[in-house]
């Protein structure tokens, strides 16, 4: 059992909650200017998002999922996580490859962000407590995960800059 002050897997996920929320309330902040100069901005800032959530759902996906669902009884909450990220992961699709920055553009932006408050108070309040209780490792699953994000980060900005 780890506790609440040790860095953890939850806690690095949780960071990446917070810091996710905070580039969606940037974003709501730009979509309320009519400025021209806020489309590429918008444009910008949900190419963003849509990275720093693509790496944090496959980071869950590849290691944090299949640790807490071996070591947990509620499967239910790994299958509504599971499904939430396929609609996120649809969403963030339509957002990547959308040609205009308009009011759907913004709509789709929008909707990802209540998708993932959604997603977010879930695991904050019934996956990471049970995780947390369980007998996994999260400080060395911590540890993996930082890795493991900071290769798919390197990758990602490779790939957008070629």
């Not at 299958?79 to 996120?88: G, N, P, R």
């Not at 996994?136 to 798919?152: N, T």
Request: hydrophobic fraction near 40%.
């Amino acid at each position: 059992m780890t506790s609440r002050s040790t860095p953890d897997a939850c806690g690095l996920l949780d960071a990446d909650h917070r810091a996710v929320k905070k580039l969606f309330n940037e974003y709501d902040e730009l979509a309320g200017s009519k400025a021209k100069s806020s489309i590429e901005a918008r444009r910008d800032l949900a190419q963003r998002i849509c990275m720093e959530l693509t790496v944090h759902t496959q980071l869950e996906e590849e290691i944090f999922y299949p640790a807490v669902r071996a070591a947990i009884k509620e499967q239910d909450l790994l299958d509504e996580a599971t499904v939430e990220h396929a609609s996120a992961k649809d969403l963030i699709e339509q957002i990547q490859s959308a040609t205009e920055v308009d009011e759907m553009f913004d709509a789709k932006v929008k909707v990802l962000g209540e998708y993932i408050d959604h997603h977010v108070k879930e695991e904050r309040n019934e996956m990471f407590p049970k995780a947390r209780a369980s007998k996994l490792d999260l400080v060395a699953m911590r540890e993996a995960m930082q890795a493991r994000k900071e290769e798919l980060m390197a990758e990602m900005t490779e790939g957008a800059a070629a």
